[in-house]
């Protein structure tokens, strides 16, 4: 596996910028979730036991979409570096190419169709 098969330089610039399209959203999805994932402060005065409870669930939330988005962070930096190996596009299982419009669907994918329904 020496390159991108059948893709060119133009469409492995299209996927390099899709990618870092989707992580400057993820950036920026991370700074607004900031406030959610602070900790919940224990003050009867002006939460209410409920309220409390209420505002706990959500910096849960929080939290685990964060991880979320660290997981699809690293999926999509591992991308990358796929293309600048001349890796990208091949399937890591079987070593033939991904279709490109699964790639566009979810550039981080490492596995064609078939071999990721088993």
């Not at 570096?81 to 990208?88: D, N």
Request: glycine fraction near 10%; hydrophobic fraction near 40%; include cysteine.
């Amino acid at each position: 596996m020496t390159g991108f098969s059948d893709m060119d330089e133009t469409t492995v610039a299209e996927f390099r910028r899709q990618i870092a399209g989707r992580l400057a959203e993820l950036d920026a999805e991370d700074a607004l979730g900031e406030a959610g994932q602070a900790t919940v402060e224990l003050d009867q005065q002006a939460v209410g036991r409920l309220s409390r409870m209420d505002a706990l669930q959500n910096q849960a939330m929080a939290r685990a979409t964060g991880a979320r988005r660290q997981v699809e962070r690293a999926r999509l930096k591992q991308a990358l570096a796929r293309i600048e190996e001349g890796e990208f596009g091949y399937c890591e299982d079987c070593g033939d190419e991904i279709a490109a419009g699964r790639l566009r669907l979810d550039p981080s994918a490492t596995r064609c169709v078939d071999c990721a329904s088993g």
